[in-house]
């Protein structure tokens, strides 16, 4: 089964520019995550969807980065103005229900951002 | 809300050696416990996990881990490791009450040796 696809794989802006990252998760999974991993830390949860519904966003800076997931299926995440500490890599994951806590998530690639 | 310290940021260890890599957590609800590996350039994979039942876990590439509640511990251990194993491991956490998000440690970066 193919995994969870992610693009671009790498991307360089700079300071205030906007930049948008695509998300396929894996067909047939209900929930899809975007997790924000800076240099030196682990994955911090962005935003949840279900199906085509934000489940968890609390940590998502809203005056800067919006994602949307339309149709259910593949999302997008965007970030206009972006600053310096954008820089990251932005993971997806997806997992089959994500309702509740025991299952497993499936990433991609990420995308390494890097803004100059 | 939980939270999850990996003890040790480096653990350089030789080919063939044994090696244990440290994970608490802290969480006021009982959990669910997490380990994943991140190869280089590639996203988080799934190496084992906690959901219920014997504390001794097994997963895949022939690590395990062991739940302490007491010491509120889940340390990863593989008895002799390859080159291969070379990653950065990431111990995470989820609470077992509602639709609680993963919460992931800093990571550990094994280095293996020849």
């Known amino acids: 089964e193919a995994g969870v696809a992610q693009s671009p794989r790498y991307k360089i802006i700079e300071k205030r520019q906007s930049v948008a990252f695509w998300c396929n998760p894996i067909?047939?999974?209900?929930?899809l995550y975007w997790y924000q991993q800076i240099l030196g830390q682990g994955p911090k949860l962005l935003i949840q969807f279900q199906n085509n519904g934000v489940v968890d966003d609390s940590q998502l800076p809203k005056d800067r980065f919006s994602a949307e997931r339309l149709k259910g299926v593949d999302s997008t995440l965007k970030i206009q103005p972006a600053k310096l500490e954008d820089s990251a890599v932005y993971l997806c994951a997806s997992s089959p229900r994500g309702v509740w806590g025991e299952e497993t998530q499936y990433f991609g690639p990420g995308t390494r951002l890097l803004v100059l | 809300a939980q939270s999850v310290t990996q003890l040790d940021s480096q653990v350089p260890v030789f080919e063939e050696a044994p090696v244990e890599l440290r994970c608490n957590y802290s969480s006021s609800v009982s959990v669910y416990l997490f380990w994943y590996v991140q190869y280089p350039n590639q996203g988080l994979q799934l190496l084992l996990k906690y959901l219920s039942g014997s504390t001794l876990v097994k997963g895949i590439n022939g690590f395990e881990a062991e739940f302490n509640k007491s010491q509120t511990s889940f340390h990863l251990r593989k008895p002799s490791v390859h080159i291969s194993d070379t990653a950065e491991y990431f111990c995470a956490v989820s609470e077992r009450s509602g639709n609680t998000p993963l919460v992931f440690g800093k990571g550990t970066r094994l280095s293996v040796i020849a």
């Open positions: 067909s047939g999974h209900a929930t």
